[in-house]
């Protein structure tokens, strides 16, 4: 029964979002309740609880519209839509001209969520492997998008972070991890030198958004008989322009 009433609650709340969503100027509890048929003290309920969490807001005259939190879910979704479609040909430039396989991600917490990749064997997109999560600290990647923070942000965001050693050269501490993080912003660019995975390298580069913000990264991987200690300078270099091709169609301004 708990289940079926809270199904319903959902239900009744997305008819609402659906109902303010044609109306610019809003609408009054006794009119929503009126379009989705529902009793005025139940309407009331579950508007109380969207405005509480930002979803709809109450407007000087009384009404009720669509709320910022709704439009920047949304908004994170679309730019993570517009991000995946600009990043899909330098990927795919990555692949072709480097014979590497590439990834794009974006961080997630303490992790790094893949939101395209596409590998040399095959030059096809990979989507068992979008959606992926793998560790921040032990990735090109994630070094990437840490570079975004100062010390004490990174410190205060990997507070939890158990820094498991997958290999003898995985970094093992949050302030091994900073001192790493420096190299990243001299540079500009990361590296994972077996880090994650004997035998496997990788390199990444930063991509930036209109305000000169760190939202994604892009890389190329392979194993360390072909992304040899001799090869990494030009590969970082080449990523480095791919990522910054990336952001400025993203907005970003050298």
């Keep these: ?3 079926d009433n809270n199904v319903q609650s959902i239900d009744r709340a997305l008819d609402i979002i659906e109902v303010l969503s044609d109306e610019n ?3 009054g509890v006794t009119e929503i309740a009126a ?3 529902l009793h005025k003290s139940t309407a009331h309920r579950i508007i109380t609880t969207m405005a509480n969490r930002g979803y709809i807001s109450k407007t000087e005259k009384g009404t009720y519209k669509i709320g910022l939190k709704l439009i920047e879910c949304v908004s994170c979704y679309i730019n993570s839509l517009e991000l995946q479609t600009e990043a899909r040909p330098y990927v795919a430039r990555i692949v072709s001209e480097l014979g590497l396989t590439s990834h794009l991600g974006v961080l997630d917490g303490t992790e790094v969520v893949y939101i395209e990749k596409m590998d040399v064997y095959s030059n096809i997109r990979l989507y ?3 959606g992926l999560h793998v560790h921040a600290y032990s ?5 990437c998008l840490l570079a975004n923070y100062s010390a004490e942000e990174v410190r205060a965001r990997m507070s939890g972070c158990s820094f498991i050693k997958f290999t003898d050269k995985t970094i093992g501490s949050v302030e091994e991890l900073i001192d790493d993080l420096t190299r990243v912003r001299t540079r500009g660019w990361a590296a994972d030198d077996e880090e994650s995975e004997s035998g496997h390298r990788c390199i ?14 892009i890389s190329a991987s392979g194993p ?4 040899t200690n001799e090869k ?3 590969v970082a270099e080449f990523v480095k322009q791919q990522a910054m091709e990336i952001s400025k169609s993203m907005g970003y301004a050298e």
Aim: net charge neutral; no cysteine.
């Design 25 to 27: 100027e809003g609408l």
């Design 204 to 217: 990444g580069a930063p991509i930036y958004d209109y305000r000169g913000d760190i939202i994604a990264a």
């Design 35 to 37: 379009r989705i048929g």
């Design 139 to 143: 990735s090109s990647l994630g070094k």
């Design 224 to 227: 360390t008989t072909v992304l």
């Design 232 to 234: 990494m300078p030009a």
């Design 128 to 130: 068992s492997q979008i």
């Design 1 to 3: 029964m708990a289940t």
